[in-house]
């Protein structure tokens, strides 16, 4: 078990093979997204087997397993099923007297879904043991072909929450519209300004870092089943981005999404209002050589070049009036393996 | 007392000058915005006096009403104080013995507030009543330069809804993002598509109607106290759009006004995911000769011209699959007078 002070414990847990020169790690995770149960069909912290149909089955007394039955509980499957699944590739190990020819090593975290918040100093403070020769990243879903799949790696995440600002205070548009600029208007025209609708980003020096891949991994690419046009039609969706890319290839660059942006209301409850802020919350997807300490300047530097104040604070009277445009930004890189 | 079915009265009131063959209405409307007590200092329906500087005033026994108190009460400025104007204008007529030359006709409205949803219906039942010669619209702000105004008119109101969207589910952006089309992203683009920063609407037609002001207008305009410095500073903008040209030119224009824009969340609630829709609420300001039947065709084709799809529901499965971008639009004309 190891701990630092205020993060929740990792586990850890060595099968040491006599002889054996290298350490391959398998990592899981065994905390689980914040719950509402209800949003639950049942309670999420009583285990509920179910079948395809999703009816409640007796598994215990059944004579079979259909492979299709699925258990429900909170974070069942995201990460508690590859600790399940590492117990019983052991077992069958054992069961088959098959031995590893590498130590072993199992090491579950308990703060990934609060974006392990404590990872760099368990990195510091463990070093023997969290450094091992190689690790096995079990987080993630089963491949859309359902068939076992080994990944290259996984995209970093860093975050980026945007504010811009109008008037001080909300204003009528009808007297002032036209004349008092509109901080939605700017922020979607600085959200336009750093990536196009094909996913391109477009801040400068992005790509710069991105390394082509390799032959061995583009053979490897070409191998793994085409799912694209069940997945177009689970998502319903009539176009992709990328001008036809395949996801496989889009997945190794880098990624600017935009998953949230609230300024004022919509529908029913908008009002005719030049709004004092509209906010916008974005997270970049950093493939290998890209770290948030590399994409920060240039990050910093693309919202200056389109004229921008940046700010970490809400800006006081004198900042407001100094400048014509202004952002907040806040930065926050997070270890994700996601 | 003027009804329709399902609508609130409209009250009118004559003071007929024998000989007077012209007819002036005033307008102002009795019914107020929806009111949260919560936000209040006091009880919203119980009339407080403060002086300026928000302390209460027992008015009644006051030696001197001192001009810088204000009456605080739900509605009492919008637009119960230009009824008491009015009330106050006919006293002091009345005190000095001048008669008005035309026909004075005072109409108040109890729908303002909810977008006038039967107004067209009581101009279609009541003609003679309610197309005098002339209305002064007793709705709207004193100048900032507290002198007395009269406006050449105001312009009109009407909202448009955008939903765009995305798969039919949200989805994780580690695992899809780069490839399933992001529709906060295209939502900005097209909001992008139809007005600049500069506030200049790019809908191509959008301003063959608008007619340019007559030199009495322009006279009449150059006149107007400049009050833009302290404007500024109370709302504490850095610049303004339009390239510096004055607020009252650019009232005379039509505006496109975002007033609210949301999808998924920002700030501690964001997730990593692809959004299934992001919806944006826009108010266009039109000018005369502009008219919401005028400018839907213009917003249509507009819409059609970037490559959406334009629906008026949400879109089912098989046209999610068929189009590329699709877009619903809800255009909903209101006679607003501000």
């Known amino acids: 078990m190891l701990t630092v002070e205020g993060g929740s414990p990792i586990v850890v847990g060595d099968l040491v093979t006599p002889g054996a020169k290298r350490t391959i790690a398998f990592y899981a995770h065994y905390d689980g997204q914040p719950v509402d149960p209800a949003k639950w069909k049942s309670d999420p912290w009583k285990p509920v087997m179910r079948d395809g149909e999703g009816n409640d089955v007796d598994w215990k007394t059944?004579?079979?397993?259909?492979?299709?039955?699925?258990?429900?509980?909170?974070?069942?499957?995201?990460?508690?099923?590859?600790?399940?699944?590492?117990?019983?590739?052991?077992?069958?190990?054992?069961?088959?007297?098959?031995?590893?020819?590498?130590?072993?090593?199992?090491?579950?975290?308990?703060?990934?879904?609060?974006?392990?918040?404590?990872?760099?100093?368990?990195?510091?403070?463990?070093?023997?043991?969290?450094?091992?020769?190689?690790?096995?990243?079990?987080?993630?879903?089963?491949?859309?072909?359902?068939?076992?799949?080994?990944?290259?790696?996984?995209?970093?995440?860093?975050?980026?929450?945007?504010?811009?600002?109008?008037?001080?205070?909300?204003?009528?548009?009808?007297?002032?519209?036209?004349?008092?600029?509109?901080?939605?208007?700017?922020?979607?025209?600085?959200?336009?300004?750093m990536r196009d609708v094909n996913g391109r980003i477009l801040i400068e020096g992005f790509y710069d870092d991105v390394k082509t891949t390799s032959e061995a991994e583009d053979a490897a690419l070409a191998k793994i089943p085409n799912v694209e046009a069940d997945l177009r039609r689970e998502f319903q969706i009539g176009a992709t981005e990328g001008n036809g890319q395949s996801l496989n290839k889009?997945?190794?660059?880098?990624?600017?999404?935009?998953?949230?942006?609230?300024?004022?209301?919509?529908?029913?409850?908008?009002?005719?209002?030049?709004?004092?802020?509209?906010?916008?919350?974005?997270?970049?997807?950093?493939?290998?050589?890209?770290?948030?300490?590399?994409?920060?300047?240039?990050?910093?530097?693309?919202?200056?070049?389109?004229?921008?104040?940046?700010?970490?604070e809400t800006p006081d009277a004198p900042t407001r009036m100094k400048h014509p445009k202004i952002v907040r930004r806040g930065l926050s890189a997070r270890a994700h393996f996601a």
């Open 62 to 193: 059944a004579k079979t397993i259909d492979p299709e039955w699925r258990l429900y509980a909170r974070a069942a499957g995201d990460d508690k099923a590859p600790i399940i699944g590492m117990l019983a590739a052991l077992d069958a190990l054992k069961a088959n007297g098959i031995k590893p020819s590498v130590n072993l090593r199992f090491v579950f975290e308990g703060e990934e879904e609060a974006g392990s918040p404590h990872l760099a100093q368990y990195l510091e403070n463990y070093p023997k043991i969290l450094r091992p020769d190689a690790w096995v990243l079990c987080d993630g879903p089963v491949h859309q072909s359902r068939q076992m799949e080994l990944f290259f790696g996984a995209r970093g995440t860093i975050d980026l929450e945007l504010t811009v600002y109008g008037p001080v205070k909300g204003l009528h548009d009808g007297h002032y519209g036209n004349w008092v600029s509109n901080p939605i208007v700017r922020l979607t025209h600085l959200l336009d300004s």
């Open 250 to 312: 889009r997945l190794l660059l880098p990624a600017l999404n935009v998953r949230g942006i609230e300024a004022g209301h919509v529908g029913e409850k908008a009002s005719n209002t030049i709004q004092p802020e509209a906010r916008a919350s974005i997270d970049f997807r950093l493939v290998p050589n890209e770290t948030p300490d590399s994409v920060k300047p240039l990050v910093e530097r693309h919202l200056e070049a389109q004229g921008y104040r940046v700010v970490h």
